[in-house]
């Protein structure tokens, strides 16, 4: 292939995936309108369907701030908790344990783990903090804390508070807490507390992020457009709705893999 091919190839390419993402970002039509397995003209489909739909978001903490990323939807025949749990074991093993624990929401044990989560709050300079409470928290995950850390865990709480009441009178959420531990470093002079933090973070259900999903979801599976399979539905949710992650990536990277998916005429 001379240079001025490839230049030309390369052009027509990047054109090519420059139009996908605008297409991906708005939610909008490619081309068709019938999506079967057997069909010659693949994208898109014709009318709502009846599927019921699971949304997968993740949410974890990174430098002391929440964050929640769709990650997917899985397709289930119902929404009962038994379907649910089935359809959630082809994901991550941290989301079978999120499913669980959100199981358990309202028992006594998941009523006095919220409790045990409230004495981390700093509003009103830590009036909440409680060490019993908290060292009880973390004995829920037996996996994070180990015996010998539960007892410096302990310690840790008695220097904790007294650090955090001195300084720290401002903050007002759990979230708020996690972010000034990063940035004055004290999420490493208290481990097990901000490890504790992290975990408290994580729990809540990320409605927002979910309600979020099935909004985009009826704007990129509208009435006109049913016959959509699964997979590329999938897909195209996560880059509608992630579009921050979809904005970052770069032509060339798209490129590599596209080239990389099988042996083409064309070569960059």
């Given at each position: 292939m001379s240079d001025q091919v490839q230049a030309e190839y390369r052009t027509r390419l990047g054109a090519s995936i420059d139009?996908?993402?605008?297409?991906?970002?708005?939610?909008?039509?490619?081309?068709?309108?019938?999506?079967?397995?057997?069909?010659?003209?693949?994208?898109?489909?014709?009318?709502?369907?009846?599927k019921e739909q699971?949304?997968?978001?993740?949410?974890?903490?990174?430098?002391?701030?929440?964050?929640?990323?769709?990650?997917g939807i899985i397709y289930v025949?119902?929404?009962?908790?038994?379907?649910?749990?089935?359809?959630?074991?082809?994901?991550?093993?941290?989301?079978?344990?999120?499913?669980?624990e959100l199981?358990?929401?309202?028992?006594?044990?998941?009523?006095?783990?919220l409790l045990c989560m409230a004495c981390l709050n700093p509003s009103n300079s830590f009036a909440a903090f409680d060490r019993q409470k908290l060292s009880r928290l973390a004995r829920f995950y037996p996996r994070d804390f180990s015996a010998i850390e539960l007892s410096m865990l302990e310690d840790q709480l008695q220097?904790?508070?007294?650090?955090?009441?001195?300084?720290?009178?401002?903050?007002?959420?759990?979230?708020?807490?996690?972010?000034k531990m990063v940035v004055t470093k004290r999420d490493k002079v208290y481990l097990l507390v901000y490890q504790l933090l992290t975990l408290a973070l994580i729990l809540p259900v990320a409605t927002v992020t979910i309600e979020r999903t099935f909004s985009a979801m009826?704007?990129?599976?509208?009435?006109?457009?049913?016959?959509?399979?699964?997979q590329w539905m999938n897909d195209?949710?996560?880059?509608?709705?992630?579009?921050?992650?979809?904005?970052?990536?770069d032509n060339k990277l798209i490129m590599d893999r596209f080239q990389r998916m099988k042996t083409r005429k064309g070569q960059l």
């Open positions: 139009c996908t993402q605008f297409l991906l970002r708005e939610g909008l039509t490619f081309r068709g309108h019938d999506e079967t397995n057997d069909s010659k003209n693949q994208d898109e489909s014709k009318d709502i369907s009846s699971m949304s997968v978001v993740l949410r974890y903490v990174d430098e002391g701030y929440v964050i929640e990323q769709f990650i025949n119902n929404t009962s908790a038994l379907s649910l749990k089935e359809a959630i074991d082809v994901c991550y093993t941290i989301i079978d344990m999120q499913l669980q199981n358990n929401r309202f028992t006594k044990s998941s009523t006095e783990l220097n904790y508070i007294i650090d955090m009441r001195s300084e720290f009178v401002e903050l007002k959420s759990i979230g708020d807490l996690a972010v009826n704007v990129v599976k509208t009435r006109l457009r049913n016959r959509m399979e699964d195209c949710l996560i880059a509608y709705i992630e579009k921050d992650l979809l904005d970052k990536l």
